[in-house]
């Protein structure tokens, strides 16, 4: 399968999963609400560029405010998140050069500290826009950093169960 159409897929089934059920789950509580789609930004190929990954990270999250009617809010946060991860995989990635060893993130490519690492910080980055565009005012900070910190918590979570039920299989790209 190409690698444009296994993304497509991606994206699709993770619109789905979270517009028709992670959206319709009772609230937990005030604090937390689960959001996973954006691991479709965080799953994208090591060689993608900067303006297409910004693009494709957009229409992520405006694919998401077409279904939840918040013009922009995920479109925003997304793109933060796009922005923020080739500067992270940089900053994490091993002096050998991984993005010419492997073609996307994963535990295999990064190395689980990195990886994990990767996740949390794109994912706590994520949830901050999201929380304080949502809440547009800072008057109430112990309620913005409670509401970041548990949906990233649920949202780590459901990621683990994620990476452990749907292992993806790495291909080890040889110069020949």
């Known amino acids: 399968m190409s690698s444009l159409l296994r993304n497509i897929i991606r994206l699709i089934i993770f619109i789905l999963l979270q517009v028709f059920v992670l959206n319709h789950i009772p609230p937990l509580h005030q604090y937390i ?8 930004i965080l799953w994208l190929p090591f060689s993608m560029g900067r303006g297409s990954l910004l693009i494709v990270s957009f229409i992520t999250g405006l694919c998401l405010d077409f279904f939840t009617k918040t013009p922009g809010l995920h479109a925003a946060a997304c793109v933060f998140v796009g922005y923020l991860r080739p500067f992270l ?61 548990g949906s990233t918590v649920i949202s780590l979570l459901l990621i683990t169960v994620i990476e452990i039920i749907f292992i993806r299989k790495q291909k080890f790209l040889t110069n020949t």
């Open 33 to 40: 609400t689960p959001y996973i789609y954006f691991l479709f």
């Open 89 to 149: 995989i940089n900053l994490l990635m091993p002096q050998q050069g991984v993005e010419f060893n492997y073609r996307e993130p994963s535990v295999t490519s990064l190395g689980f500290t990195q990886y994990i690492t990767y996740v949390s910080v794109l994912t706590f980055c994520h949830h901050a826009v999201l929380s304080s565009i949502q809440a547009f005012q800072f008057g109430n900070i112990l309620y913005l950093v409670l509401k970041t910190l």
